[in-house]
Nanobody
């Protein structure tokens, strides 16, 4: 089992930045590929970014490419997403997810473990 807890969400103005963190429990963090997803009101959950268990490869949705950066710290069992130049359309509940499946999934169905989600609101 992997337990995930997100933090760092909140309210920010357009053009601002936030960094979300996701702390993973247990000793299995290094064996998991990690992802971030988001769900806006009335919309389906969508892929945001993912990072391989080694940290060597990263993947991004086109909508966030160049603005968001995913990273991980194995010493802290934590994955991050740095979000810059935020836009109102980035407003959503953001979820951290983990999987041992390979290759790195880009769809939510590929992930076994999920955090509870955290709200990010970007005001115009």
């Amino acid at each position: 089992q992997v337990q995930l807890v997100e933090s760092g969400g909140g309210l920010v103005q357009t053009g601002g930045s936030l960094r979300l963190s996701c702390a993973a429990s247990g000793r299995t963090f290094s064996t998991c590929n990690m992802g971030w997803f988001r769900q806006a009101p009335g919309k389906e959950r969508e892929f945001v970014a993912a990072i391989a268990r080694s940290g060597g490869r990263t993947y991004y949705a086109d909508s966030v490419k160049g603005r968001f950066t995913i990273s991980r710290d194995h010493a802290k069992n934590t994955v991050y997403v740095q979000m810059n130049n935020l836009k109102p359309e980035d407003t959503a509940v953001y979820y951290c997810a983990a999987t041992r499946r390979v290759p790195v999934p880009l769809g939510q169905q590929g992930y076994e473990y999920w955090g509870q989600g955290i709200q990010v609101t970007v005001s115009s």
